[in-house]
């Protein structure tokens, strides 16, 4: 009888178990695999290649371009999140009349799906209806084809990634932001620190350790971001815009090379891999 009541609820887990199992280990086992053969759209069989795929991949210049992208992306958007969502945190955590109403303002974009805003967008930067070029028009700045040119395009990824992003990180401040106690605070104003001083030597580096888990979280999207950039641009214009994902997306589905697909999808995998466990054991290894 013990021993069952032991056990039972390992049997409870055993669904949840195996729709893991089904849906994302056997998934990715076969990924790998595929990465090693030589899988076309075009072939009746796949042959085993080693690591041929590989090689091509590492030796296309149209994949290092990719690399650059995301990594460029990933860099300028996770600068602009942090310092933006500590900006809008710090705001939301002061207590002020309709503070309420402003937090639910500001998280706002964050529950808005992706492909929504992306679509919100790319209408708002087109070119001759986007609401952005009739307000330069208004001032007379002049139109700017934003999706049309390579580093407007990008830039305007960048923006709407921000928009929708920020407020995550924003909210992760707010938390940490909750758990500093006010006395720390009470105590530093008695002895006659003013705001700035505060911040500088009591806020911000109690925050630096949660706001060092949005970063990663944020980066970790960011360095796999697809939904956004497909509908947005399509990694256009020129390639301007081409993520490894992107990049990876239509190497299955526009070259139909599943395996060279597969062996980019690999190489995505170590790179997030890589910079998480790089990243956590900088940030929150024992000094």
């Not at 990719?66 to 002061?94: K, P």
């Not at 830039?155 to 929708?164: G, P, Q, R, T, Y």
Request: net charge positive; with cysteine; proline share 5%.
């Amino acid at each position: 009888m013990n021993l069952r009541r032991t056990n039972l609820p390992y049997l409870f887990l055993l669904p949840g178990i195996a729709l893991v199992l089904a849906f994302s280990f056997l998934p990715f086992l076969d990924t790998i695999l595929l990465s090693f053969k030589n899988a076309k759209l075009i072939l009746p069989e796949e042959a085993f290649t080693g690591t041929d795929n590989y090689r091509e991949i590492l030796t296309d210049s149209r994949f290092w371009y990719s690399v650059f992208i995301t990594l460029f992306y990933t860099f300028t958007s996770i600068c602009l999140e942090a310092g933006l969502g500590l900006c809008l945190g710090l705001m939301m955590n002061r207590i002020i009349p309709g503070s309420g109403f402003f937090r639910i303002l500001i998280l706002i974009p964050w529950t808005i799906p992706t492909v929504v805003t992306a679509r919100i967008w790319q209408w708002m930067f087109d070119y001759n209806l986007g609401i952005i070029n009739y307000f330069f028009d208004a001032v007379r700045i002049g139109r700017i084809n934003w999706l049309g040119e390579p580093f407007m395009a990008f830039f305007s990824i960048v923006i709407a990634d921000v928009w929708k992003t920020a407020p995550f990180v924003a909210i992760i401040v707010l938390a940490g932001l909750s758990a500093i106690p006010r006395e720390i605070y009470h105590a530093s104003t008695i002895d006659g620190a003013n705001s700035w001083q505060q911040f500088r030597f009591i806020t911000l580096p109690l925050l630096l350790p949660i706001l060092s888990v949005a970063i990663m979280f944020r980066a970790i999207d960011a360095l796999r971001i697809f939904d956004l950039v497909y509908v947005f641009t399509g990694g256009g214009p020129g390639g301007a815009t081409e993520t490894l994902s992107i990049y990876a997306y239509k190497l299955f589905f526009y070259k139909g090379d599943f395996g060279q697909g597969a062996a980019t999808s690999v190489i995505i995998l170590l790179l997030v891999a890589g910079f998480g466990y790089f990243y956590t054991k900088k940030s929150f290894s024992e000094k």
